[in-house]
Nanobody
Framework: QVQLVESGGGLVQAGESLTLTCSASGNINSVRFMGWYRQAPGKERDLVALLGVRNPLTNYTNYADSVKGRFTISRDNANLYLQMNKLKPEDTAVYYC??????????WGQGTQVTVPS
């Protein structure tokens, strides 16, 4: 199975930038999609950005409307990244790395906190 570990969260001022990293290990060849979700207290866990890993959707991306034009999802062979620019207080949440394997198994990382004060 795949294991996911997020890092890079922290406190950042509104308007500034931050990059999150998700390091994947295990059976990474089984992954078909990866993405970032976020969840604030009292709110649902929502999709931030999705990235296709395997054909026919290699490099397919999908972003939440709230982050379009500000966030960019990308990857290399070992890591998934979320570059976050022009951060807003509404971006404050725990950010989770997400992977969908070939057999449909869903994996989550432990989460990393991003805080943007008002």
């Amino acid at each position: 199975q795949v294991q996911l570990v997020e890092s890079g969260g922290g406190l950042v001022q509104a308007g500034e930038s931050l990059t999150l990293t998700c390091s994947a290990s295990g059976n990474i060849n089984s992954v078909r999609f990866m993405g970032w979700y976020r969840q604030a207290p009292g709110k649902e866990r929502d999709l931030v950005a999705l990235l296709g890993v395997r054909n026919p959707l290699t490099n397919y991306t999908n972003y939440a409307d709230s982050v379009k034009g500000r966030f960019t999802i990308s990857r290399d062979n070992a890591n998934l990244y979320l570059q976050m620019n022009k951060l807003k207080p509404e971006d404050t949440a725990v950010y989770y790395c997400h992977a969908v394997e070939r057999d449909g198994t869903i994996k989550w990382g432990q989460g990393t906190q991003v805080t943007v004060p008002s």
